[in-house]
C-alpha cells in the first residue's frame, strides 16, 4: 500500500482511523485508488472560504484524486505503469482516467481529512497556479479536444477578442458590454458545474473567483509559467 502525501500537507488526528478502514479495503481490493481533496488551512478568507473550501466539500463531482494526498497499491500502479513522467502537471488526472478505462476503481473518502498549506494565499498566486495547470491542455490539439475547461478557455478568449476588434472598429462599447455580460454568465456557470445549483449566493460569489481560474486558464498557452510555489 502506497500514500502520496504532498510535503506541505497534514494529515487531520482522525486520519489514522480512517486509514486502517482504507488499508484493510486495499489488502481485500488492490485495484483501487482512493485519498481525498485537502481542505485548505483557513477557510475564513474569501479565496478559500468561496474556492478552495467548496471544492473540498464536493468531493463526488470530483472525477479524480490529486496525487497530493493519494492512496493506492503497487499492483495497480504496476498495472497503470506509473504516472505519466512526460506531463509537468496533471499527472495525478491523468493516472485516474487510465485507471477508469481500465476497470480500477476511482474514488474520494471523506472519512480521510487532510490540509493543504500550500493552497494561494492571494488573487496573485492563484492566478499563477491557473496559469501553470493550464499549460498542460493546451500542448496539442488532442489534449485540448480531451479537456473541458481548455474548450471553455478558448471560447472566453475568442469572445473577448471579437468584442474588443469589433468595439474597436465601430468605436462603441457596446460589444465590450455584452462580453462583460457573457463572463458573467459564464462565470456563474462554472460556479453552478462546480459546486452544484444552491446555495445561489455562495456561487454568486464564487463566480468571481471562476472568473479568475478561466481567465488564467486562457492565458496559459500565450505566457510561460513555472511550478507554483508559495
Known amino acids: 500500500?502506497?500514500?502520496?502525501?504532498?510535503?506541505?500537507?497534514?494529515?487531520?488526528?482522525?486520519?489514522?482511523?480512517?486509514?486502517?478502514?482504507?488499508?484493510?479495503?486495499?489488502?481485500?481490493?488492490?485495484?483501487i485508488i482512493t485519498g481525498n481533496r485537502?481542505?485548505?488551512?483557513?477557510?475564513?478568507?474569501?479565496l478559500n472560504k468561496y474556492w478552495f473550501s467548496r471544492l473540498s466539500q464536493n468531493i463526488h463531482k470530483s472525477f479524480y484524486i490529486n496525487s497530493?494526498?493519494?492512496?493506492?497499491?503497487?499492483?495497480?500502479?504496476?498495472?497503470?505503469?506509473?504516472?505519466?513522467?512526460?506531463?509537468?502537471?496533471?499527472?495525478?488526472?491523468?493516472?485516474c482516467a487510465r485507471a477508469k478505462s481500465s476497470g480500477i476503481e476511482v474514488f474520494n473518502d471523506e472519512r480521510l481529512i487532510a490540509i493543504h498549506k500550500g493552497y494561494p494565499k492571494n488573487i496573485l498566486e492563484f492566478i499563477i497556479r491557473e496559469l501553470w495547470h493550464g499549460s498542460e491542455d493546451f500542448k496539442s490539439l488532442t489534449k485540448i479536444?480531451?479537456?473541458r475547461?481548455?474548450?471553455?478557455?478558448?471560447?472566453?478568449?475568442l469572445t473577448l477578442m471579437t468584442s474588443l476588434i469589433l468595439?474597436?472598429?465601430?468605436?462603441t462599447l457596446y460589444y465590450l458590454e455584452f462580453y462583460m455580460i457573457f463572463a458573467?454568465?459564464?462565470s456563474l456557470a462554472i460556479s453552478t458545474v462546480k459546486f452544484g445549483a444552491t446555495p445561489i449566493r455562495k456561487n454568486i460569489a464564487s463566480s468571481f473567483f471562476a472568473y479568475i481560474y478561466i481567465s488564467s486558464r486562457?492565458?496559459?498557452?500565450?505566457l510561460k509559467i513555472g511550478r507554483h510555489r508559495n
Not at 502506497?2 to 485495484?31: G, R
Not at 485537502?38 to 474569501?46: A, I, M, Q
Open 1 to 31: 500500500v502506497i500514500v502520496f502525501l504532498d510535503a506541505d500537507v497534514c494529515i487531520s488526528e482522525s486520519w489514522e482511523a480512517a486509514f486502517l478502514n482504507t488499508y484493510k479495503k486495499l489488502t481485500e481490493n488492490p485495484c
Open 38 to 46: 485537502c481542505l485548505p488551512e483557513n477557510d475564513t478568507k474569501p
Open 68 to 95: 497530493g494526498h493519494m492512496i493506492t497499491t503497487k499492483l495497480a500502479l504496476e498495472a497503470l505503469g506509473g504516472f505519466n513522467s512526460s506531463l509537468s502537471t496533471s499527472e495525478d488526472y491523468d493516472l
Open 145 to 147: 479536444n480531451n479537456s
Open 149 to 157: 475547461v481548455a474548450k471553455v478557455a478558448i471560447l472566453n478568449g
Open 167 to 171: 468595439s474597436t472598429l465601430n468605436r
Open 184 to 186: 458573467m454568465a459564464l
Open 218 to 222: 486562457t492565458l496559459s498557452p500565450l
